[in-house]
C-alpha cells in the first residue's frame, strides 16, 4: 500500500512510498484513511528516522475491519485515532480500538483530523491542574495546535484565559476563542504587572519558563509539554517553596495508558459537533503535498494545522 515515509534529505524529509499492509492484533482495526494532520513532534522524528520509515499520529478514516476481540467500532464507522505506533499516514492503519473515537455527523474529516495529538495534549495538560473555575490560567503558545484547543477547553472549564503569544500578529488569531486577555511578550518579560495564575501550560519551555513559574500562585500547577525553545531553563526553587506549586511534565503516550485516548477523543468530538470547540486549519490538501508542507510546518510558516487528504 502507499504511505508516507521518511527520506533524510529531502524538502520535509518525507515522501510517498510504499509499506507493509497492517497486520491487526486482536484489539485493533484497520482503519481505511481519509485525511491525516501534522504535529511539528512527529516531523522533527522524520528528519532522524532511517529511510523508508513510516510516520504519522493523527489519523481519520473508515473502520475497514473491525477489532476481532469485537471491541471498538463497527465496519463502515467514521473514526478518528492516535497511531502510537506512527503508521498513521498511510492508506490503511492497524489502531487499537482504545485509540479510536467515532465521529459524529455534524464533524467534517478535516476537523476531526487535528484532535488527537493536540487535543488530547491540551485536555489532558488541563486536567492536571485542580479549581480552574474563576482561576487564572496562563497559555503559552496560544496560536500553535495545542495552544488554541487549550485556550478554549480552558474556558470551558470556567477559568480566565490568558493567551501568552511573541506579537501583536499573533493576537488576531485569537479573536474567534474568546480568550480573556492577550499577553505579548517573546521573553516572558512584563508578566509581573499581571495577577498570578492558578495554572500554566507550556509547550516553549527554554527561559522563558523559568520566569513563567515565578508569576504561579499559591497551591498553581505549571504543565510542561513541550519545549519548542530549548529544553533547559533556569529555576528559582525557592519561589516553589513559598507558593507551594508544581511544575509538571506531560508525555501523551504515558498519559493516554492512565486516560484513554478513546475517552478524550469522544469528548471532544462531542464539543466539536455542538460547536462549543473550534479548529483552526490553515493548509487543507493534496497528501500528494507531504514535503513542501511539511517544511512549511517546521519553518513556522503558518500558525494553525495542517491536513492532508487521500
Known amino acids: 500500500m502507499k504511505s508516507v515515509v521518511s527520506t533524510p534529505g529531502a524538502e520535509g524529509s518525507l515522501k510517498i512510498g510504499e509499506a507493509p499492509e497492517p497486520k491487526p492484533d486482536t484489539n485493533e482495526a484497520v482503519v481505511k484513511v481519509t485525511c491525516f494532520s501534522l504535529n511539528r513532534g512527529e516531523l522533527r522524528r522524520a528528519e532522524q528516522a532511517a529511510a523508508d520509515t513510516q510516520i504519522g499520529w493523527d489519523t481519520v478514516g473508515v473502520i475497514d475491519q473491525p477489532a476481532r476481540d469485537g471491541s471498538g467500532p463497527a465496519t463502515g464507522t467514521r473514526v478518528v485515532g492516535l497511531s502510537l505506533k506512527m503508521q498513521g499516514w498511510a492508506e490503511r492503519v492497524a489502531i487499537p480500538t482504545a485509540a479510536l473515537a467515532p465521529i459524529p455527523d455534524a464533524v467534517r474529516d478535516a476537523d476531526a483530523a487535528t484532535l488527537p495529538v493536540a487535543g488530547l495534549t491540551a485536555l489532558y495538560s488541563l486536567e492536571r491542574c485542580e ?40 493576537s488576531a488569531l485569537l479573536t474567534g476563542i474568546a480568550v480573556d486577555e492577550v499577553i505579548v511578550s517573546r521573553d516572558g518579560g512584563g508578566l509581573d504587572q499581571y495577577p498570578s495564575f492558578r495554572a500554566i501550560i507550556d509547550g516553549v519551555g527554554g527561559p522563558v519558563l523559568g520566569k513563567l513559574i515565578q508569576r504561579l500562585g499559591n497551591g498553581g500547577c505549571a504543565v510542561i509539554y513541550g519545549v519548542s525553545a530549548g529544553p533547559e531553563t533556569t529555576l528559582a526553587i525557592r519561589d516553589l517553596f513559598a507558593s507551594d506549586s508544581r511544575v509538571e511534565g506531560l508525555f501523551l503516550y504515558r498519559e493516554v495508558e492512565r486516560k484513554s485516548a478513546s475517552d478524550g477523543l469522544s469528548r471532544l468530538m462531542a464539543l466539536l459537533a455542538d460547536g462549543r470547540l473550534k479548529t483552526h486549519i490553515d493548509i487543507d490538501d493534496s497528501w500528494e503535498k507531504i514535503g513542501p508542507t511539511a517544511a512549511k510546518l517546521i519553518g513556522r510558516a503558518f500558525h494553525g494545522k495542517a491536513v492532508l487528504r487521500l
Open 131 to 170: 479549581r480552574l473555575l474563576a482561576g487564572r490560567v496562563l497559555i503559552t503558545g496560544a496560536t500553535g495546535g495545542v495552544g488554541y484547543f487549550a485556550c478554549q477547553l480552558a474556558k470551558r472549564m470556567g477559568a480566565h484565559v490568558s493567551a501568552l503569544v511573541r506579537s501583536e500578529d499573533h
